[in-house]
């Protein structure tokens, strides 16, 4: 059965840095387009960051030269390199495979003083 876990999500003071990763069983991720969304309490999912297959990356602007998605294809794990969070970046981070249709439990990421 296919599952996608993330990991590294946390309470974090606004400046900190966290790394999200979306571990991957009973399925290689190298060939596919991976993203991480986010959904804050009250709001809708949100897409932050893609990265295709040639790791090729797109960001949402609120994140851009903030965040970093990659992808260790050894490890059969994406990442989400997250620097100089906000208060305004808590919310549970999903990782998604949209070409399959499959979504990771999420991780709750928590920025606050």
């Known amino acids: 059965q296919v599952q996608l876990v993330e990991s590294g999500g946390g309470l974090v003071q606004p400046g900190g840095s966290l790394r999200l990763s979306c571990a991957a069983s009973?399925?290689?991720?190298?060939?596919?387009?991976m993203a991480w969304y986010r959904q804050a309490p009250g709001n809708q999912r949100e897409l932050v960051a893609t990265i295709t297959k040639d790791a090729f990356t797109i960001y949402r602007d609120s994140v851009k030269e903030r965040f970093t998605i990659s992808r260790d294809n050894a490890k059969n794990t994406v990442y989400l390199q997250m620097n100089n969070l906000k208060p305004e970046d808590t919310a549970v981070y999903y990782c998604n495979l949209a070409q399959l249709g499959y979504w990771g439990k999420g991780t709750l990421v928590t920025v606050s003083s």
């Open positions: 009973e399925i290689t991720l190298s060939i596919y387009i």
